[in-house]
T-cell receptor
Framework: KAGVTQTPRYLIKTRGQQVTLSCSPI?????VSWYQQTPGQGLQFLFE???????NKGNFPGRFSGRQFSNSRSEMNVSTLELGDSALYLC?????????????FGPGTRLTVT | GQQLNQSPQSMFIQEGEDVSMNCTSS?????WLWYKQEPGEGPVLLIA?????ELTSNGRLTAQFGITRKDSFLNISASIPSDVGIYFC?????????????FGTGTRLKVLA
């Protein structure tokens, strides 16, 4: 069974631009979560989608948004990029959204903002 | 953002040695996951724990769900060079009526051949 895929793997953007990252979950998984990973803050939760609905949201500004499509694929968007948005963005998929579910991560998208 | 306390932060060990690391919190969790991450890659799930006191193995790795539900432990026996990487714990709990995973700060493992 194919794992979680993320595109693109690497991205360089300029401050003020916007970016869209894509995630395809493991086949049959309906929940997708997004995380930001930086050396200073570690893995921080952005949001989680299940069946096209945002079920959970972390403490990030409104510039960070996401959506999920009917085939469970998900996108996240960051508008008005800031230098501090440079990070590894990870997507994780799971069968369910509730107690005891296991999350499987993709390889991540490395975003560099200059 | 919230992170779990994970120790040690980093460790150098000799090949063949056993390794222990732990994750602690003041909160109660209902599920613990342990991951390994290598440079340029996403975390890979190693072990999942669902009940207090549970002990689960995956090859040379053994993890335990603490009795108090506030901590978890990971042991690696007879370490080998390919064990190098960063190990993360993740605890799941209910926050504002929804389930969420909180991640540990990571333990960076370096193995000397």
């Amino acid at each position: 069974k194919a794992g979680v895929t993320q595109t693109p793997r690497y991205l360089i953007k300029t401050r003020g631009q916007q970016v869209t990252l894509s995630c395809s979950p493991i086949s049959g998984h309906r929940s997708v979560s997004w995380y930001q990973q930086t050396p200073g803050q570690g893995l921080q939760f952005l949001f989680e989608y299940f069946s096209e609905t945002q079920r959970n949201k972390g403490n990030f500004p409104g510039r960070f948004s996401g959506r999920q499509f009917s085939n469970s694929r998900s996108e996240m968007n960051v508008s008005t990029l800031e230098l501090g948005d440079s990070a590894l963005y990870l997507c994780a998929s799971s069968l369910r959204w509730d107690r005891g579910y296991e999350q499987y991560f993709g390889p991540g998208t490395r975003l560099t903002v200059t | 953002g919230q992170q779990l306390n994970q120790s040690p932060q980093s460790m150098f060990i000799q090949e063949g040695e056993d390794v222990s690391m732990n994750c602690t919190s003041s909160s109660i969790f209902n599920t613990w996951l342990w991951y390994k991450q290598e440079p340029g890659e996403g975390p890979v799930l190693l072990i999942a724990l669902y009940k207090a006191g549970e002990l689960t193995s995956n090859g040379r790795l053994t993890a335990q769900f603490g009795i108090t539900r506030k901590d978890s432990f990971l042991n690696i026996s007879a370490s080998i060079p390919s064990d190098v990487g960063i190990y993360f714990c993740a605890g799941q709990k209910v926050t504002s009526g929804t389930y969420k995973y909180i991640f540990g700060t990571g333990t960076r493992l370096k193995v000397l051949a």
